[in-house]
């Protein structure tokens, strides 16, 4: 969302300054900003609880870090082997994840500011100035900010992980339909690109999600994850190389196409991690309650043993 305020403001007040173009300023100020933000990320992120050197964590915050991964039957594992390969790729978590999040790596999303800046731009029945191309399509990372905080404290409040994800995809659908029919008022127009690029929210949920249904083996759930983003970047690469290339700005009437039916095969796979989650949850339920019945059936049979030596005596 900064990015086209920046490059606005670049345009407006450094353009020719030193002998450099605004644009090429906005590449010295992003390498700035990089650099800031690497070097912030080197000092403060914890690393994880059995490595972690961080300032600002006590040694009790430390030892309760390690402890809590204990209690939750997480402990931390370092030690990489082919046992860890086999363990990742025998798992049905491996491949519906990784689907999942290449479905949502295809949404419109990925290109949304790009091309609302190409149909600003290429606009054939209005003309945009430089500063409304580089500021409009801001509002599309306004609206996913807003929505990624409230759907996620939603989801932290009552629980009910689905009901957000479906409203997420009813507004994605609404949004990438509204695009392909195109013809539509400029209103419902600069909406529907707003509408069709609200992936943000997904992304935290999927992954959090993700986390969930690894959890027990961390390292198991590292190579899931990471499988999951490998795969997923790749497939935007490609996405964007062919289904949106600048010679088919504005209308995208390929890429958008695409967006939708990869949209709406989203919305079906959702449905099928979810049953598949349902069925491991259920055969959790079944062997806590094959331990529990084996468990009173020891203690009936204790307690027949007691009684009957009582009786003896």
């Known amino acids: 969302m900064f990015s086209g305020y920046m490059q606005s403001a670049m345009i407006a007040g450094m353009d020719g300054k030193s002998g450099l173009a605004a644009w090429r300023w906005v590449f010295v100020f992003d390498g700035i900003i990089t650099i800031v933000i690497a070097a912030y990320g080197f000092v403060f992120f914890p690393d994880t609880p059995n490595k972690t050197k961080a300032f600002y964590l006590s040694a009790e915050e430390k030892a309760r870090c390690v402890e809590r991964l204990v209690e939750d039957g997480r402990q931390e594992e370092t030690r ?120 943000g929210p997904l992304s935290p949920i999927f992954y959090a999600w993700a986390n969930i249904l690894t959890t027990g083996d961390a390292q198991v759930r590292a190579l899931t994850l990471a499988v999951m983003n490998s795969c997923g970047a790749a497939l935007t690469t490609v996405i964007q190389q062919f289904l949106y290339p600048v010679t088919s700005a504005p209308k995208f009437s390929k890429g958008f196409k695409a967006s939708l039916g990869f949209l709406v095969g989203m919305c079906v796979w959702v449905v099928v991690v979810r049953m598949f989650e349902m069925r491991a949850l259920a055969r959790k339920e079944a062997e806590v309650e094959g331990i529990r019945s084996d468990e009173s059936s020891e203690q009936g049979t204790t307690m027949v043993g007691v009684i009957a030596e009582s009786k003896l005596r």
């Open 80 to 199: 990489m082997s082919l046992d860890l390969f086999k363990r990742a790729f025998s798992t049905w978590q491996l491949y519906v994840l990784t689907i999942l999040w290449c479905f949502w790596n295809t949404t419109v999303g990925k290109v949304a500011n790009t091309v609302a800046q190409l149909f600003l731009k290429n606009d054939p029945e209005r003309k945009w100035s430089l500063y409304d191309v580089n500021n409009i399509p801001t509002s599309i990372n306004g609206f996913n900010i807003v929505m990624v905080l409230l759907l996620n404290t939603y989801i932290d409040a009552t629980g009910c992980r689905m009901k957000a994800v479906a409203l997420n995809l009813i507004i994605l659908l609404f949004g990438t339909i509204c695009l392909v029919v195109w013809e539509i008022p400029l209103g419902l127009r600069i909406v529907s690109y707003m509408f069709a690029g609200l992936d």
